[in-house]
């Protein structure tokens, strides 16, 4: 299984923190971070993000962004939710067997998610805002058994420009 980890994309700043919206920056992001997930040609099976704005944003995005390569609407999961809950996550993904999946959600839970999959120290990542981890997931679960096939930030993808 293809496990996606992202962070939501840059928001703006505010109070309440639920509320915080993505900023410009954030919304031209996410669809540049799309044409990875369309490069590689995966077909998105599970879009879940956290219940908070910015995050909701950012999956609606992705699902736009994708387009066929997204085969689902986003949707809302609590296990998501600022401070998530690696069990939850985890039992989640013993049920679910999307063959590829897009979590949205936030640091230092994003850190906290990959370092148990990979097996390593949660202070290893530090996962900056629109950041994707993908991670090829073996069954069954348990720490350490994943494989991180890359990690990819914003700044790092060029702008699309169209047809040359």
């Not at 991670?135 to 993808?157: D, R, T, V, Y």
Request: hydrophobic share 45%; glycine share 8%; charged share 15%.
């Amino acid at each position: 299984m293809k496990l996606l980890l992202a962070r939501h994309a840059d928001a703006l700043s505010g109070v309440p923190d639920a509320d915080r919206r993505l900023s410009g920056k954030g919304e031209a992001d996410v669809p540049q971070m799309a044409r990875l997930i369309q490069g590689a040609n995966w077909q998105i099976d599970e879009l879940l993000h956290s219940p908070i704005t910015r995050a909701q944003q950012t999956a609606e995005l992705f699902a736009k962004s994708l387009g066929p390569n997204c085969k689902v609407p986003p949707q809302s999961a609590s296990f998501l939710s600022p401070g998530a809950d690696l069990d939850d996550s985890v039992a989640h993904l013993t049920k679910s067997r999307a063959g590829a999946a897009l979590w949205v959600f936030h640091m230092p839970d994003v850190a906290t998610f990959a370092s148990y999959f990979l097996g390593l120290p949660p202070a290893s990542f530090y996962v900056t805002p629109g950041t994707i981890l993908a991670l090829n997931i073996s069954f069954p679960l348990s720490p350490g058994k994943a494989m991180l096939i890359w990690a990819m930030q914003p700044e790092g993808i060029a702008p699309f420009r169209g047809k040359d």
